[in-house]
């Protein structure tokens, strides 16, 4: 099966998440993932887009890609070279919880600077 890529240019604004999810939304079905791939890649990008909003910098870059029969990977990337920190919030925290949602719902993920751009990732699994 050859290799499948979509990309979508975001900008830095808070409408940027809800543009995120409709787009992977209309590109895993377009691919034919089942409706859980759908709805977990939502939720996970939507965190991801929300923090480039919210701690980095410039345009946002939105890469799907599906390497394999049933595996898509999802990459984030804006300007900004921010340190990710995956931390356990308190209960009253009011925010702090998205990359452990990332952690415990995706196969993997990843960040990686190079420069000046931050770019995180997440592979989830979804059998076609």
Not at 16 to 28: D, K, M, N
Not at 57 to 80: Q, Y
Not at 92 to 97: K, M, N, Q, V, Y
């Amino acid at each position: 099966m050859e290799q499948r890529t979509a990309q979508l240019d975001l900008d830095h604004d808070v409408a940027s998440p809800r543009a995120a999810r409709r787009f992977v939304s209309a590109t895993l079905a377009d691919w034919g993932f089942p409706e859980e791939t759908l709805e977990r890649s939502q939720l996970l990008v939507s965190e991801l887009v929300s923090n480039a909003v919210l701690h980095g910098e410039g345009p946002i870059k939105l890469t799907i890609s599906s390497p394999g029969a049933a595996v898509i990977r999802v990459e984030v990337s804006n300007r900004g070279e921010a340190q990710l920190v995956n931390r356990r919030a308190q209960r009253d925290d009011l925010s702090g919880r998205g990359l452990q949602l990332i952690d415990d719902l995706a196969i993997g993920w990843g960040s990686h600077t190079n420069d000046g751009h931050t770019v995180v990732w997440f592979h989830l699994g979804g059998q076609r």
